[in-house]
């Protein structure tokens, strides 16, 4: 089956900590997205990648870093800088980085800080 | 700055009846829409898209969308609301900025029998 994984499904970390989700989709996609979802917030960009070896902050990038080294590969990175890390974080990726292409998500990640 | 808003953060529809969820976005330069659903603690699905051609487009699970230029906006619509369609709403939009998509808020529709 063809799709995006995310892991591990639930994930908590003690404050001070980095902590890094993993993102993995067989789609043979070139575009990956990292995205935030807090309650009545909708959706917000954290990182996108539209090739291998590159990568660009979206509008909350602060506290997070990313890595894309493979095509199939684009992990998270929750740093001890970002001031409130709790929430629900998805994955995605399209065949390319344009704005018609859909973009398809993973099951995403639930981080809690306790 | 460009933005979308969705209208309604809880909408509440018997079963059968008609689902509207409202969807506008602000910009001179029209957008590509997108509406996708989430069940709870999932991802998001597709439901359709509008990019070019017909401003009507129709989706799965028997939702449509009318792109409406002259009012900015994209509502989501279903005839007969049915139960499984209790989930959270979200409108997106692109510019085609690096594929760069901006949701609304979401919209919680509940079904009650």
């Known amino acids: 089956d063809g799709g995006i994984t995310q892991s591990p499904k639930y994930l908590f970390r003690k404050e001070g900590q980095n902590v890094t989700l993993s993102c993995e989709q067989n789609l043979n996609h070139d575009a990956m997205y990292w995205y935030r979802q807090d309650p009545g917030q909708g959706l917000r960009l954290i990182y996108y990648?539209?090739?291998?070896?590159?990568?660009q902050k979206g509008d909350i990038a602060e506290g997070y870093s990313v890595s894309r080294e493979k095509k199939e590969s684009f992990p998270l990175t929750v740093t001890s800088a970002q001031k409130n890390p709790t929430a629900f974080y998805l994955c995605?990726?399209?065949?390319?980085?344009?704005?018609?292409?859909?973009?398809?998500f993973g099951p995403g990640t639930r981080l809690t800080v306790l | 700055a460009q933005s979308v808003t969705q209208l309604g953060s809880h909408v509440s529809v018997s079963e059968g009846a008609l689902v509207l969820l409202r969807c506008n976005y602000s910009?001179?330069?029209?957008?590509?829409l997108f509406w996708y659903v989430q069940y709870p603690n999932q991802g998001l699905q597709l439901l359709l898209k509008y990019t070019t051609g017909a401003t009507l487009v129709k989706g799965i699970n028997g939702f449509e969308a009318e792109f409406k230029k002259s009012e900015t906006s994209f509502h989501l619509t279903k005839p007969s609301a049915h139960m499984s369609d209790a989930a959270e709403y979200f409108c997106a939009v692109s510019w085609n900025q690096g594929g760069k998509l901006i949701f609304g808020q979401g919209t919680e529709l509940s079904v009650k029998p």
């Open positions: 990648s539209q090739i291998v070896n590159d990568f």
């Open positions: 995605a990726s399209s065949l390319g980085g344009g704005g018609t292409d859909t973009q398809y």
């Open positions: 910009s001179s330069v029209p957008p590509y």
